[in-house]
């Protein structure tokens, strides 16, 4: 997967760039997470002391370093992000384009043309997706929120990881795995689709003359079923991970209440101390979310990615006759 990838960046010469993007841009989330639940935990704190200076400070503080975050994340993506994106991304359509016309007519009729057109208007964008900066934020956001979820209470945190670990574990085993093979599949029905359309429309005439129309509709038909049936599997798939929300996510926030009000009754754990470890998973279970997603478009988009290192990496014409 990372090689695919470096063989993209360094065709256009900017792996350090989107690195360095993604370095930008990884601590933000967590950042916000970190500010919520001190927010949380010193202003209830502060409430159940009946101390109104450390509310105000609180509020006041809270205030400067979400409007930091804030200014910060949108320089970045306006700045830096979005430009640097849009240079890269055309900078490959340009490459190839630029392969794709110097190969010879016979490679470039043994694909349809629906393929080629994938390749330039789908294929290209498959390598700047949100998917690899949200990966690298995700697993910011989980090592970060666990690491101060320990910090605050080790049982809390014991807790939260058994909920947590099986969420993971299955939305890679369940959906994961399958979805580069359904993208694949996917985006090769969406190219016989559009070659099928493509020869609906120029051989209108020619067919209307032979009496071939309900040929090629029935032709066009079919590719779109295909089309929609590859589709179909991957929302499939998809909804299968939205099922297991409710019964890691809800049931974790229902766990850990249930545990913690005996925690307080104690005087182990204050109210402000819970409203933070809630906090914290948040930045924990929403990061984990993110990363199983990210995951799975990373690997639906390898298949995109694998077709332009293919295609790439073709001889043309003027490298085999000198």
């Not at 360094?10 to 001190?38: C, D, E, Q, Y």
């Not at 010193?42 to 109104?52: E, L, P, T, W």
């Not at 190969?103 to 390598?127: C, F, H």
Request: proline residues 3%.
């Amino acid at each position: 997967m990372f090689r695919e990838m470096s063989k993209i960046l360094k065709t256009i010469n900017s792996g350090w760039r989107f690195v360095f993007l993604i370095l930008l841009r990884s601590p933000v989330n967590i950042a916000m997470t970190f500010v919520n639940a001190f927010f949380l935990q010193q202003a209830f704190n502060g409430i159940m002391q009946n101390n109104s200076r450390q509310l105000i400070n609180t509020c006041v503080i809270f205030g400067i370093a979400s409007l930091c975050i804030f200014l910060y994340n949108g320089s970045v993506w306006s700045v830096y992000a979005a430009p640097l994106v849009t240079k890269m991304e055309g900078t490959l359509r340009i490459k190839l384009f630029r392969k794709i016309s110097s190969l010879s007519y016979e490679k470039i009729e043994a694909l349809p043309q629906g393929e080629w057109l994938t390749r330039l208007n789908i294929d290209v964008q498959m390598p700047f997706s949100e998917s690899w900066p949200h990966t690298a934020v995700a697993v910011v956001n989980i090592c970060v929120s666990l690491y101060l979820l320990w910090c605050l209470d080790t049982a809390v945190f014991g807790w939260i990881l058994l909920f947590v670990i099986p969420h993971i574990a299955f939305g890679q085993l369940l959906i994961a795995r399958a979805m580069p093979g359904l993208n694949k599949k996917s985006l090769a029905a969406m190219a016989q689709n559009t070659d099928e359309l493509t020869t609906l429309v120029t051989c209108a005439d020619v067919a209307a003359l032979y009496d071939g129309q309900e040929y090629f509709m029935k032709r066009f038909e079919k590719s779109s079923r295909d089309l929609l049936q590859a589709n179909m599997k991957m929302h499939a798939r998809n909804a299968l991970g939205t099922g297991i929300l409710p019964l890691f996510g809800l049931g974790g926030y229902l766990t850990l209440l249930i545990v913690s009000s005996g925690w307080i009754a104690e005087g182990r754990l204050t109210f402000g101390d819970l409203t933070a470890a809630f906090s914290y998973r948040g930045g924990v279970l929403p990061g984990a979310l993110m990363l199983i997603n990210s995951l799975i478009s990373i690997q639906a988009g390898m298949a995109g990615i694998r077709r332009l290192n293919v295609t790439l990496a073709e001889e043309t014409e003027e490298s085999i006759y000198g």
